[in-house]
């Protein structure tokens, strides 16, 4: 086994394995909303208001589409990292050839019903008649490129679930300051509209999902495949789909919410939409740690829980916490003296900066609890509890419905801009004690003669 391309997270001080593997993993991020921010940066100022509006009006149902796949991705390595933290790397390299051929056929069939279907879906979504032709040319070149981010995904989350963050991040930095140069040559050079960016992404995307494919084949001898490991058993693909599904749907649920509150703030007019796109943009940008922390937590949690130490996934759990408390802390301050400074690389429009500050600092005074939804979510997912995790996306859908609903009616925008704090309070309030029922469940199952204590 190559030990320069793996690394066991089962030994070692948590709080220094969470930072090593959790600060590539937000290279990584950051360099991933790069994409999107690029993208609206260029497009809010070359292309204007009605365009930056187009772009984000799609924002929630690509969530939805892309973020369910990114879910499947995620739930698929999990078994591989059980399988790695408990050392069965015969059963692991079946997991990892399975989730290669389902990702494959699930690739295909979303990507197929999501492009027919696509223009019906934004105007279900109220997506404002002077937008919605732009809104089309971008998202349907996204969705055409969903493979792609099975692609890059599946690669990216196996190796990670073999412990190397790092490598995946590089090809990530690749390909964003690929997608700089192609939003540029396209938009400018070309003078392509909305479907320049979304032609860009998806390249970008490829070509860092081509380059992991290939870093595997080469450098993780682990990963040495069969043609034994290529073929579909119905174990093994039973254990993937219970896995990915509830990853993805939890994903997909989540953002429901966040279609049918996008629909709800469609209705506030363009002004509206372009502020929370503005907003959005931002704040995508800074809640990145969160997002690291999370995934750093899934893989965590896989190993440890592969190697029969609940004590220790506990104790990574609440390091994890301390660690994205600090973070919320200094953000909402960053946020509070230079929000407005960071709306202007994507508007010049007075009322649509102010509109989304207001969105900006209602978002950030509660960012400790979004910190908690990721940690203790993907703690649950990685401890093999995937299906307990959808509830809490149930939550959170739940939440931005009575936004969207109750709030958006009665206090317009104001009311719309409350919806994510809302929705990770819901979801807080379930997993936490969720979490700790899943370990007393893995308790009981190990019994007290199997653990490994921390």
């Known amino acids: 086994m190559s030990t320069s391309t793996t690394k066991k997270l089962t030994e070692g001080n948590p709080m220094t394995l969470i930072l090593e593997f959790s600060i590539p993993m937000l290279a990584g991020l950051l360099f991933q909303q790069m994409y999107s921010l690029v993208d609206t940066i260029i497009v809010g100022q070359t292309l204007g208001d009605n365009a930056l509006a187009a772009v984000g009006s799609t924002g929630s149902i690509n969530f939805l589409i892309n973020g369910g796949c990114i879910g499947i991705c ?35 069939i979303i ?50 679930s073999l412990g190397d963050s790092k490598t995946p991040t590089y090809f990530l930095i690749m390909a964003a300051a690929i997608n700089i140069v192609l939003d540029i040559l396209f938009i400018i050079g070309f003078k392509m509209s909305v479907n320049g960016p979304a032609l860009a992404t998806v ?32 174990h093994h693909s039973q254990v993937l789909l219970a896995m990915g599904i509830p990853f993805g ?4 649920v989540t953002a429901i919410g966040s279609v049918i509150l996008q629909t709800a703030v469609n209705g506030l007019g363009t002004v509206a939409v372009a502020s929370m796109t503005a907003g959005s943009k931002v704040s995508l940008f800074v809640v990145c740690p969160f997002d690291a922390l999370g995934g750093t937590m899934a893989t965590y949690a896989g190993q440890n829980v592969g190697a029969k130490n609940i004590p220790r996934v506990k104790k990574g759990v609440w390091t994890a916490q301390m660690l994205g408390t600090i973070y919320a802390v200094i953000i909402f301050v960053v946020l509070f003296l230079s929000g407005r400074f960071m709306l202007r690389l994507f508007t010049s429009t007075d009322v649509v900066i102010e509109q989304a500050m207001m969105f900006l600092l209602t978002n950030a005074i509660t960012y400790t609890l979004l ?45 719309a801009i409350w919806a994510s704090p809302v929705a990770w309070l819901f979801a807080v309030i379930f997993l936490i004690p969720g979490f700790y029922s899943c370990c007393r469940k893995l308790e009981k199952k190990f019994g007290e003669d199997g653990f490994h204590h921390f």
């Open 74 to 108: 995620s739930g698929f390595a999990i078994p591989v990292a059980q399988r790695f933290g408990a050392e069965a790397y015969d059963s692991m390299r079946k997991f990892v050839g399975n989730s290669i051929i389902l990702a494959a056929i699930l690739a295909a």
């Open 111 to 160: 990507t197929t019903v999501v492009c027919v279907f696509c223009y019906s879906i934004l105007a279900v979504m109220h997506t404002p008649s002077d937008i919605i032709d732009l809104a089309y040319d971008y998202i349907f070149i996204i969705f055409l490129g969903l493979p792609v981010t099975f692609l890059y995904n599946l690669t990216a989350g196996i190796m990670r």
């Open 203 to 234: 390249i970008s995307q490829l070509i860092a999902g081509l380059s992991c494919l290939l870093y595997m084949k080469k450098k993780f001898p682990i990963l040495c495949l069969s043609k034994n490991d290529l073929k579909l058993g119905r």
């Open 249 to 252: 749907l939890q994903y997909s």
């Open 371 to 415: 910190a908690a939804v990721n940690i203790f979510r993907f703690a649950i997912q990685g401890m093999g509890f995937s299906t307990f995790a959808i509830y809490s996306g149930v939550m959170e859908m739940i939440a931005r419905i009575l936004v969207a609903f109750t709030l958006v009616p009665m206090i317009g925008y104001a009311g």
